[in-house]
């Protein structure tokens, strides 16, 4: 289908896209790699007013160590981080990730920036964010990962607060993510992270409800010298996740406890 | 309100007054007269509109034409020179890399894409090189197999020292 009409507006800077976005108002959206947003609007389930195309801002495409984190520009590519040698050595999840996002086509012009303000539930970046500790930085303020990811397809983002920054921490100790899938390029069913910090384990589930799930339980069960397998079964406590097309909440709860055991097991192998 | 968008397409640069909802694909097809690229889904999934814009491979139904300001974009039409197929056109050809054609426009700029990254991919990294397209009758063992001819045969005209026909790399 095509999208409905819109007015269309390129910014250079972030400052420019801050001010079109406040003249815009309430029903502008910014337009990044625009693969999330643009299938949106084609099925008319999103029909902003205005879009502010951030493509242009050269000033939010960088990755860089600095301090102990590693800080990744709004607009780098999934292509980018599936490439970058600082990522592979400072956060080698993170590029592991972003190998298995999409396809090539997708990967080329999704950008990490875009992921986190969508906050889809089947996003594999915010997962990594929420268990690793993550900023996300805006024009206006940071937000730590925990209080970013609201609910499905929400954050606290203002109508004029773009993503600037997603600052991670330094973490090239074991680690393993695990998506299910059917087809290659498909989102995931269910996720789940394993990524030791500092000698703890950090544990995390996606898709299995409407946020990005951190699981503790897990974690307090390895950190107490819990086998992985006897750990895993703490994977699905608490979760309630909605069935979809592709499965029931009943099996997204097996996903949950076989990938953590899997997860924990490989990144450890 | 139409805005203005001036980029190349397959070498020639053009100059159109289109609305910012116009899609890449729907301005190549419609606008430039490119009708190679296709359609294949609405849901950015199939790569049947796959193109290259400045060298890389993009889903031309998930990118708006405006977005293609001075970009420079390649399509099926910008590969063979004359009558010489590009090596890729040539290898689907060679190795019946098609049944009924739909998906081959997107197949081959994805394929030209990989090679350009990749100049000798295994047959893991073209399934991978190639998963954001979808073919619905040949299958992919050949189309597999084309690229993987024309990875053979390109690097073989670049050792030999012989140029390339025209593509994105």
């Given at each position: 289908?095509?999208?409905?009409a819109?007015?269309?507006?390129?910014?250079?800077?972030v400052?420019?896209?801050?001010?079109?976005?406040?003249?815009?108002?309430?029903?502008?959206?910014?337009?990044a790699?625009?693969?999330?947003?643009?299938?949106?609007?084609?099925?008319?389930?999103?029909?902003?007013?205005?879009?502010?195309?951030i493509?242009?801002?050269?000033?939010?495409?960088?990755?860089?160590?600095?301090?102990?984190?590693l800080?990744?520009?709004?607009?780098?590519?999934?292509?980018?981080?599936?490439?970058?040698?600082?990522?592979?050595?400072?956060?080698?999840?993170?590029?592991?990730?972003?190998?298995?996002?999409?396809?090539?086509?997708?990967?080329?012009?999704?950008?990490?920036?875009?992921?986190?303000?969508?906050a889809?539930?089947?996003?594999?970046?915010?997962?990594?964010?929420?268990?690793?500790?993550?900023e996300?930085?805006?024009?206006?303020?940071?937000?730590?990962?925990?209080?970013?990811?609201?609910?499905?397809?929400?954050?606290?983002?203002?109508?004029?607060?773009?993503?600037?920054?997603?600052v991670?921490?330094?973490?090239?100790?074991?680690?393993k993510?695990i998506?299910?899938?059917?087809?290659?390029?498909?989102?995931?069913?269910?996720?789940?992270?394993?990524?030791?910090?500092?000698?703890g384990?950090?544990?995390?589930?996606?898709?299995v409800?409407?946020?990005?799930?951190?699981?503790?339980?897990?974690?307090?069960a390895l950190?107490?010298?819990?086998?992985?397998?006897?750990?895993?079964?703490?994977?699905?406590?608490?979760?309630?996740?909605?069935?979809?097309?592709?499965?029931?909440?009943?099996y997204?709860?097996?996903?949950?406890?076989?990938?953590?055991?899997r997860?924990?097991?490989?990144?450890?192998? | 309100?139409?805005?203005?968008?001036a980029?190349?397409?397959?070498?020639?640069?053009?100059?159109?007054?289109?609305?910012?909802?116009?899609?890449?694909?729907h301005?190549?097809?419609?606008?430039?007269?490119?009708?190679?690229?296709h359609?294949g889904?609405?849901?950015?999934?199939?790569?049947a509109?796959t193109?290259?814009?400045?060298?890389k491979?993009?889903?031309?139904?998930?990118?708006?034409?405006?977005?293609?300001?001075d970009a420079?974009v390649?399509?099926?039409?910008?590969?063979a020179?004359?009558?010489?197929?590009?090596?890729?056109?040539?290898a689907?050809?060679?190795?019946?890399?098609?049944q009924?054609?739909?998906?081959t426009p997107?197949f081959?700029?994805?394929g030209?894409?990989?090679?350009?990254?990749?100049?000798?991919?295994?047959d893991?990294?073209?399934?991978?090189?190639?998963?954001g397209?979808?073919?619905?009758?040949?299958?992919y063992?050949?189309?597999?197999?084309?690229?993987?001819?024309?990875?053979q045969?390109?690097?073989?005209?670049?050792?030999?020292?012989?140029?390339?026909?025209?593509?994105?790399?």
């Amino acid at each position: 289908m095509i999208p409905a009409a819109f007015e269309y507006e390129r910014a250079t800077s972030v400052q420019q896209a801050s001010e079109l976005l406040q003249r815009f108002g309430e029903d502008a959206k910014v337009l990044a790699g625009g693969h999330s947003l643009i299938p949106l609007m084609r099925l008319r389930l999103s029909q902003p007013s205005a879009l502010v195309d951030i493509n242009p801002i050269k000033e939010l495409d960088y990755i860089t160590v600095e301090g102990g984190k590693l800080r990744v520009g709004a607009l780098v590519r999934h292509v980018q981080l599936q490439n970058s040698d600082t990522v592979k050595q400072n956060l080698p999840i993170l590029a592991e990730v972003a190998d298995e996002v999409g396809d090539n086509q997708v990967r080329n012009l999704g950008s990490i920036g875009g992921v986190m303000a969508h906050a889809d539930a089947a996003g594999d970046y915010p997962t990594l964010a929420l268990i690793l500790d993550a900023e996300i930085v805006t024009n206006k303020r940071r937000h730590a990962a925990k209080d970013f990811f609201k609910d499905i397809f929400t954050t606290p983002l203002e109508h004029d607060e773009l993503v600037c920054e997603v600052v991670f921490p330094i973490a090239n100790g074991p680690h393993k993510y695990i998506k299910f899938r059917r087809r290659l390029f498909d989102w995931a069913i269910v996720g789940a992270a394993a990524q030791k910090v500092d000698g703890g384990w950090r544990i995390g589930l996606t898709n299995v409800g409407p946020t990005p799930v951190r699981s503790t339980a897990v974690e307090q069960a390895l950190a107490s010298g819990a086998s992985p397998a006897d750990a895993a079964e703490h994977a699905s406590d608490g979760l309630n996740p909605s069935a979809d097309l592709r499965a029931s909440a009943d099996y997204k709860k097996h996903l949950a406890r076989v990938l953590t055991r899997r997860a924990i097991e490989q990144a450890s192998a | 309100m139409k805005r203005k968008v001036a980029l190349t397409v397959n070498g020639s640069r053009r100059e159109d007054e289109v609305e910012p909802r116009l899609l890449l694909v729907h301005y190549l097809r419609d606008v430039a007269g490119l009708t190679g690229t296709h359609i294949g889904c609405d849901t950015s999934q199939c790569g049947a509109c796959t193109v290259l814009v400045d060298g890389k491979a993009v889903k031309s139904c998930t990118l708006f034409a405006v977005q293609a300001q001075d970009a420079e974009v390649e399509t099926i039409e910008g590969l063979a020179t004359g009558d010489q197929l590009h090596p890729l056109q040539q290898a689907f050809w060679d190795n019946h890399g098609l049944q009924c054609g739909y998906c081959t426009p997107g197949f081959i700029m994805a394929g030209v894409y990989l090679l350009s990254q990749n100049p000798n991919p295994t047959d893991d990294e073209i399934r991978k090189g190639l998963e954001g397209n979808l073919c619905r009758c040949t299958g992919y063992v050949n189309i597999i197999k084309s690229v993987k001819d024309a990875a053979q045969k390109m690097g073989a005209a670049k050792g030999a020292g012989t140029p390339v026909a025209a593509g994105g790399e």
